[in-house]
């Protein structure tokens, strides 16, 4: 029996607990009755009712829906057309390059991305007087980062699919477009859905771009949570933070059963 | 067929190429925190000499660098061995598993660090459960040291080790395994010779993608880490964010561009392979 060694599955049942211990405790926390996030004072709803009337919490946490739904729509028309390109375009000019830059911001230091296009808007706005920083500047950037890890996907999916049937629709007369739309588009469709889910949770999630890009005005919730952070630990963080593991376990089940299909 | 190659290329050029040279610009020029933008262009290298002559900005980036590569080995230690387990366990179960590694990625990045700080303050639930155990009655704190530091990277990093580890140990070949094991070589001997060099892509492609963001790491020191944990990625912000110094930020970035630049490219050429002949 070489499969069944002890020592991986000890490590698997510790790492999963190293995971998971953390994120059970910031939701049991989130019910605490005392405004010390580290005593236990028993079971109470306050924090619950206090984010709830939050309106700068929620504010932003409205804005950064509004943002998300449409930078992960524009990363996932980029990041399908990018990552088509990688997969059915063996040769053009600067091939190379484009496959560098869709695969450099997915591991790019978020800080030299931030700085670097804020210079951009910056510039753009002395020499052509826009866009003003807040929600467009931010959707850019968020698009710019995540529309790669679409692309992978897109990328990884088209890779290992049955090339067969695009070349029979083809054969019976298809034409290039009409190919794509009523095969290969159905085909990958599942992961063109959660490259979306991947988008619209690293655009909901991102501080440092954001921080950057944002302008004075503009607060995301990322941001309003960093600066409530920043000065330690608040219960109504907690309560948020039940709620977006609660979200992310929904969306993440969705997106499974999507690419298992 | 044009467009769909352009319109994706074009925006790549626009918003992540082009802006390196106006960083590269800006980092020739010098400060002017009177005037706004706070920069006066030129053709000056002060802000690059400044940066690797001084003692505290080389600190930084010689802690960034070690930092970035002892954490990404200890999560290379803790995600081998989950990646081996979830691509030997029995096939129906392998989705599962694997989705237990990735959910917390999908939840904030933000509040995964936030959950240590609560854990390892000096009050915080380790140290009352340490002294309610009676395991260490003065237990230290470990929030505000380089120890939370790598914990925290650790942490919220392992789902990029995983992951691609998992993808070559799934592709392994494991008969050949069995015929080491049945030739006689021990279990250890067959994992240096045969398990090892097998998934070495995976490992590599696992480290880079923990090396290469962590060397530029913000949030993480920033919220666990002392006054005393230098990483350049948060000397930038504070250059930029705390001091308005906008050429030497860009500076900064240059440098660690330069930097990672070899890591970058290898990751992209590992990427390709493993995406061009599965």
């Not at chain 2, 989950?82 to 959910?103: D, E, N, Q, W």
């Amino acid at each position: 029996m070489v499969g069944r060694a002890r020592f991986p599955l000890a490590v698997l049942c510790f790492g999963y607990a190293f995971l998971y211990v953390p994120i059970a405790l910031v939701i049991a926390y989130s019910f605490n009755a005392s405004q010390l996030v580290t005593v236990w004072a028993g079971f109470s709803l306050q924090w619950w009712r206090a984010l709830l009337h939050n309106e700068a919490m929620l504010s932003a946490a409205w804005l950064s829906l509004r943002i998300a739904l449409v930078s992960a729509t524009l990363s996932a028309l980029l990041g399908l057309a990018a990552g088509y390109v990688l997969a059915r375009v063996a040769r053009f000019p600067g091939r190379l390059l484009f496959g560098g830059l869709v695969i450099a911001p997915m591991v790019m230091p978020e800080v030299v991305m931030g700085i670097s296009m804020l210079l951009l808007f910056v510039g753009s706005q002395q020499f052509l007087g826009g866009p003003d920083r807040g929600f467009i500047t931010i959707v850019i950037a968020h698009t710019t980062f995540s529309l790669s890890f679409v692309a992978i996907v897109v990328q990884a999916r088209l890779t290992d699919f049955d090339r067969s049937l695009e070349e029979a629709a083809m054969d019976l007369g298809a034409t290039p477009w009409t190919t794509f739309l009523t095969v290969t588009l159905p085909l990958i469709a599942p992961a063109i859905g959660s490259g979306w889910l991947l988008a619209f949770t690293l655009s909901i999630d991102d501080l440092i771009m954001t921080q950057f890009v944002a302008g004075a005005a503009t607060q995301t919730l990322p941001m309003r949570v960093y600066s409530s952070v920043r000065l330690g630990v608040d219960p109504q963080i907690n309560v948020l933070a039940t709620i977006i593991v609660a979200v992310a376990a929904v969306a993440l089940m969705i997106s499974a059963r999507l690419t298992r299909r | 067929m044009r467009a769909v190659i352009a319109l994706p290329f074009a925006w790549l050029i626009l918003f992540f190429l082009l802006p390196f040279a106006l960083v590269l610009a800006i980092a020739l020029g010098t400060n002017a925190p009177d005037s706004a933008p706070p920069v006066e262009l030129g053709w000056s290298l002060a802000n690059f000499r400044l940066l690797f002559t001084d003692d505290l900005y080389l600190a930084a980036w010689l802690s960034s660098l070690r930092i970035a590569a002892t954490s990404t080995l200890a999560t290379l230690l803790l995600g081998y061995p989950m990646a081996y387990a979830i691509a030997r366990a029995r096939f129906k179960l392998r989705p599962l598993l694997l989705m237990l590694v990735v959910l917390p990625f999908w939840t904030s990045f933000l509040i995964r660090i936030y959950a240590w700080m609560g854990l390892l303050a000096e009050n915080g639930i380790l140290n009352q459960f340490l002294r309610w155990s009676g395991l260490v009655s003065h237990p230290g704190t470990i929030l505000g040291t380089e120890w939370a530091v790598h914990l925290g990277i650790v942490y919220a990093y392992l789902p990029f080790m995983v992951l691609p580890l998992y993808a070559t140990l799934e592709k392994l070949d494991w008969t050949l395994i069995e015929a080491a094991a049945d030739l006689g070589a021990k279990p250890i001997a067959t994992f240096f010779t045969i398990t090892l060099p097998l998934s070495l892509a995976g490992i590599v492609a696992g480290c880079l993608m923990v090396f290469i963001p962590t060397v530029g790491e913000f949030v993480i020191p920033d919220l666990l880490g002392g006054t005393d944990t230098l990483m350049i990625g948060k000397v930038l912000w504070d250059e930029f964010f705390t001091n308005a110094d906008w050429p030497l930020a860009s500076a900064v970035a240059i440098c660690l561009l330069v930097l990672l630049v070899g890591p970058i490219v290898l990751f992209q050429r590992q990427q390709a392979k493993s995406l061009e002949q599965p």
